[in-house]
């Protein structure tokens, strides 16, 4: 049984629908992750514990929920996680974030690292992963290695975009973080893009090739 969830809404598949076609714009493209992080955030935090406090209205004194625990973590995978990160940050403003710049060396598909930087209490708090595009798995698999050596224990990794090669591969390489998509495409083609899938995510979102 995978370790998956496919955040299937509807006005999720719209929007992604826009995202995947090439004649949208870089400004389009940019809207879009970022309205659609916000219906992924809404799904990714949706079993976050509450406690109750003690608040005034105007009008009375009552007990009311606010979530539990030290704030959240966000942790970007740079560059096209920040895409996503924009809109988690816009429903959950005083999330922590961490950056981990790693991008995959196009010949051999392996994750480079050339920067990270996280909070350093970080072992006492969710860190949700974000990046739109996982596709051999191998980069989120470094990220979530390189965060875990730094005590973090509680992930989960949020994506757009998953081939089932990089499903699998993730699943097998951290059966303890689950992974939330809008999708689960075809495969990945010779070159380890997501086919059908949307092409570069950093690619559409800056204006660069
Ligand atoms: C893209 C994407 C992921 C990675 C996914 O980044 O944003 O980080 O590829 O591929 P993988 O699952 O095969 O590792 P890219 O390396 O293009 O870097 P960028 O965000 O700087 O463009
Ligand atoms: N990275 C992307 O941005 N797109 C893919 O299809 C694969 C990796």
Redesign the pocket.
Known sequence: MQNVTVVDHPLVQHKLTIMRDKETSIAGFRVLLREIAHLLCYEVTRDLELEMISIKTPLETIEAPTLKGKKLVFAS?????NGLLDGMLDLVPAARVAHIG???DHET?Q?VEYYFKAPADIADRLVIVV??????????IAAIERLKQRGANNLRFLCLLAAPE?VQKFNEAHPDVPVFTAAIDSHLNEK?YIVPGLG????RMYGTR
Request: net charge negative; hydrophobic share 40%.
């Open positions: 995978i740079l560059r096209a996680g790693i991008y995959r598909l994750p990046d739109p595009m996982l596709a051999t798995a191998n980069s989120a990089g380890g570069d995510a950093g690619d």
